[in-house]
Nanobody, 126 residues
Framework: QVQLVESGGGLVQAGGSLRLSCVSSGRTFGRSAMAWFRQAPGKGRVFVAAISWSGGSTFYAESVLGRFTISRDNAKNTVYLQMNSLKPEDTAVYYC???????????????????WGQGTQVTVSS
């Protein structure tokens, strides 16, 4: 069983930055595609960013393109989400997700991912 633990959330003013981290307990982390999703109050969970097992392929939601960067350190079993130029509409619980596959055909959909973290709250004030 893979456990994912997110950290790095918090309260930040609009225009500020945060970096989220997600540490995996999985022995096959280096062969797993990873992603971040988010869920705003009263809304469903939506895709934010994804990265292939090697880091060679990344994918982003249009709403965060150019502001957020996903990266990974396979030596540390960790995936990151650098969030810059934050907006109040970025306020949400952010979830880390891991797949059993390294490169996904549809990395933006939830069913591609087998394991989920508990989430970390990000609040952006105006």
């Amino acid at each position: 069983q893979v456990q994912l633990v997110e950290s790095g959330g918090g309260l930040v003013q609009a225009g500020g930055s945060l970096r989220l981290s997600c540490v995996s307990s999985g022995r096959t982390f280096g062969r797993s595609a990873m992603a971040w999703f988010r869920q705003a109050p009263g809304k469903g969970r939506v895709f934010v960013a994804a990265i292939s097992w090697s880091g060679g392929s990344t994918f982003y939601a249009e709403s965060v393109l150019g502001r957020f960067t996903i990266s990974r350190d396979n030596a540390k079993n960790t995936v990151y989400l650098q969030m810059n130029s934050l907006k109040p509409e970025d306020t949400a619980v952010y979830y880390c997700a891991a797949s059993n596959q390294g490169l996904l055909r549809t990395p933006k959909v939830e069913y591609e991912y087998n394991y989920w973290g508990q989430g970390t709250q990000v609040t952006v004030s105006s």
